[in-house]
């Protein structure tokens, strides 16, 4: 019996963009925003990548910012994390 491999990478219908860090790392004291949303997976997940950044990032300034719900950030909270960080990650759970 022949067994055969069917490839089912596709062609990129779109060109391929680079991706370009927009957050400059050397910069001293960088100031990163964590947030998480309402599901408690997610939260403890958050609590965990906090002491693996700043092992990498040690001179790093890192705020956890917990939402209330899983709707967007509410204008109040985003205008203030915006003025204290310079990069956000952003956490989904489930």
């Not at 779109?14 to 370009?20: N, S």
């Not at 790093?60 to 917990?66: D, E, I, M």
């Amino acid at each position: 019996m022949t067994v055969t491999f069917v490839d089912p990478t596709g062609q990129p219908a779109a060109p391929v963009q680079p991706y370009e860090l927009g957050v400059d790392f050397a910069r001293r004291p960088l100031r990163l925003a964590l947030i998480a949303n309402a599901f408690p997976d997610i939260t403890r997940f958050v609590e965990c990548l906090v002491p693996a950044l700043q092992s990498l990032l040690p001179e790093a300034t890192l705020k956890v910012w917990q939402k209330p719900d899983v709707d967007p950030v509410t204008s109040d909270m985003l205008a203030i994390i915006v003025a204290e960080s310079d990069a956000v990650i952003s956490a989904l759970g489930h």
